[in-house]
């Protein structure tokens, strides 16, 4: 991906958002499902849509545009979008069943692997004119029991304070508000940064025009990203969002939880501080 190629626009991000999914499964691999599991999990998404076809009256027309717009969604490269936005949260509410510690929530389109590495106490990657409230976050991993896990991994990601990531926008310099920090001995870490404004699916492809037709609105509250990793443990994968911010209570993408809310505060310099800590379970 260019920078010029990148765009806030749906056909910009919706295509970013596209290469980073091929990418992340060139990465990761992608499950090999059996003909017994493809069978059933398939015969019964199909056999969900024809009960709602049926239960709904839904017509020759309504069919064919539902065609024509799928056609659009893919062809504008918005499907890791809307699938992130309108399904995955179910995804992640199945890994949380057997997940302890940490609640997860979904990943999302916009992570990008590889950013740079920072020590425990670190600021992220900013413009020297950064827009936005200044947020310390800090906090520490521990284990299940209680001990800190030394050298685990903050993989930190979010918007700026235009509802933009880099990556996917072009106007925002690669790796910006994106970083890997390292905790130290004690598990801790303490990273530096702005308040992410919320997040708005773009409005302007598929996925957006699906949103308007229905009434809904686009908006995702503001929020952190974050994968935290240890040696011998499992990831989690999740997103913080803050108390009495907008959109909290009616996301879009369906993912908070009241565990993932901070309640950032007001320091005497004037930004805003705000502790988590994140427990890991052994993989
Ligand atoms: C989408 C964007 C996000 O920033 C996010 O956290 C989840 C989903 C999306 O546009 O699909
Ligand atoms: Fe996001």
Known sequence: MTTAEASPTAAGSGANATEAFRASTARRG???ASQERVSTVVGALLEAVHGVIGEHDVTYPEFQAAKAWLMAL??????????DVFVEHEVEAVAARTQQGTKGSIEGPYYLPDQVRLPSVASLPARPDEKG??????GQVRDLDGAPLAGAEVDIWHADADGYYSGFAPHIPDGNLRGVVIADDE???????VLPAPYQIPTD????KLITAAGWHPWRPAHLHLMVR???HRQVTTQLYF????WVDSDVAKATKDELILSPEKQADGSLRSDYDFVLERA
């Open 205 to 208: 492809g598929p996925t957006g």
């Open 133 to 138: 409230d200044r947020l310390v976050f800090a």
């Open 187 to 193: 598990g801790r870490f303490e990273i530096s940064t």
């Open 30 to 32: 992608s499950a090999e």
């Open 230 to 232: 240890a040696e011998g």
């Open 243 to 246: 108390h009495g911010g907008e």
């Open 74 to 83: 893919g062809e504008g490269g918005e499907w890791p979008l809307f699938l």
